[in-house]
């Protein structure tokens, strides 16, 4: 098959990479200066969706990445060969306050929550559940629109400065405010056809750009996989995805592709924190890995027999640790030289290739993946990729998977 990957991040280069390993011709549009070393990256121009009519003939599947695309309306312009959720369904992501109310309609257990529309309306909202309190952009944030403040006046001054758009760039308007659920958080990403879903590895990231969970939220310092979940947890995780389709068919919306499910493990069982409509990133680039041929036979089934094949079984582990670039998220540096082994299980993301190599082009550079039989192995493995890893500028957390929340 000839498969599509929209998209330029280390997700889409791990998924790539997967679809190359099991003998298909793999395309990038528009990657980055990493991608190349498993595809051919194709320039898409300013207009995704435009170069997506223009070239849907020559690709047998199309799989998008990033949620700005999808929710852009990728699958309502690609039709059955893109694996994605037409744009309706795709609000569960583009909209949080949409996302609540849909919880909260079909019964779906979730953290108490009021939408707030204009900063007046703060005060009384953040002071209807207290500290710690939980702020979430209602729009697209590129996963950096939520908020856990513990001092009040610091998450009034915040809060009210995303609503109007000087915080994030990009992002303002409504806030949805919420209770503060304690426990583990844990990644469930299933492969959703028409007639079922299967959920893959289980998976735990690592938000905060700094070690001990300190510094602003990121789209991801590191990840592992898979977290082993007894039985009785695991059934209660497909009850939420179920009930989520049901809920999604009993609106008169069809769902095709993947769904991510964030979850909170508290002491009254999981509960959804938010809903993505693609893979998630970082964890796609441990769960992928773990069993590729299983990962791509899921999504070719789901997408064209409507149920997917098989769940990804791996037997091993793995550990995700995120090379970025000093003053990532608020203000990455870019243009530096980086340098990294031709050796090595690494899933690039924000590099650009030039007449002299690599250079930083985005706040997340590199990911660094090691397997191993144990998740200490694997985490070693990926530690010793890192340290590999040369550029001026460049970080990386020292504590993935060492502490399991």
């Known amino acids: 098959m000839r498969v599509l990957i929209l998209g330029s991040g280390g997700r889409e280069h791990a998924m790539g990479w997967a679809f190359a390993r099991a003998g298909h011709e793999v395309f990038f549009a528009p990657g980055n200066g990493g991608t190349s070393r498993d595809g051919r990256n194709l320039d898409p121009g300013g207009d995704l969706l435009g170069f997506l009519r223009g070239s849907l003939d020559l690709f047998d599947l199309v799989v998008p990445g990033p949620e700005d695309v999808i929710a852009s309306g990728v699958a309502d312009v690609g039709g059955k060969k893109v694996f994605a959720p037409l744009k309706d369904a795709a609000r569960l992501e583009s909209s949080k306050a949409f996302a609540k109310g849909f919880m909260e309609r079909h019964g779906i257990p979730t953290a108490p929550f009021v939408v707030v529309e204009d900063p007046a309306g703060l005060p009384e909202a953040m002071d209807r559940f207290g500290p710690p309190y939980v702020l979430k952009a209602d729009p697209l944030a590129g996963g950096?629109?939520?908020?856990?403040?513990?001092d009040r006046g610091e998450a009034l001054e915040k809060g009210a400065r995303l609503m109007r758009g000087e915080l994030l760039r990009g992002v303002s308007g409504a806030l949805v405010v919420e209770q503060f659920l304690p426990g583990e958080e844990l990644s469930a990403i299933c492969v959703v056809g028409d007639r079922g879903f299967a959920l893959l590895p289980f998976a735990r990231d690592y938000k905060r750009a700094f070690d001990g969970d300190r510094g602003p939220n990121t789209g991801g310092m590191g990840c592992w996989a898979p977290v082993r979940m007894e039985p009785g947890l695991v059934a209660r995780v497909e009850e939420i995805v179920d009930r989520t389709l049901f809920g999604l068919r009993r609106d008169g919306k069809s769902y095709r592709g993947f769904l991510y499910v964030g979850l909170m493990l508290t002491e009254e069982g999981p509960k959804v924190l938010e809903y993505n409509v693609r893979m998630g990133d970082p964890e796609t680039e441990v769960i992928v890995p773990l069993d590729p041929l299983a990962f791509v036979e899921s999504v070719i089934s789901a997408n064209f027999e409507g149920r997917p094949s098989r769940s990804p079984s791996p037997s091993g582990f793995a550990v995700d640790v995120v090379v970025a670039s000093e003053g990532y998220p608020l203000s990455p540096r870019r243009g530096q030289r980086v340098m990294v082994p031709e050796e090595g299980l690494y899933f690039f993301a924000g590099v650009e290739r030039g007449e002299e190599g690599l250079s930083v082009s985005g706040g997340r550079v590199v990911n660094c993946v090691g397997l191993g039989d144990s998740l200490e192995e694997a985490r070693?493995?990926?530690?010793?990729?890192?340290?590999?890893?040369?550029?001026d500028g460049l970080f990386y957390r020292k504590d993935i998977a060492l502490f399991r929340r």
Not at 144 to 150: D, F, H, N, Q, T
Not at 380 to 391: N, T
């Open 144 to 150: 950096k629109g939520v908020l856990v403040l513990e």
């Open 380 to 391: 070693a493995e990926a530690y010793e990729l890192a340290a590999e890893v040369k550029g």
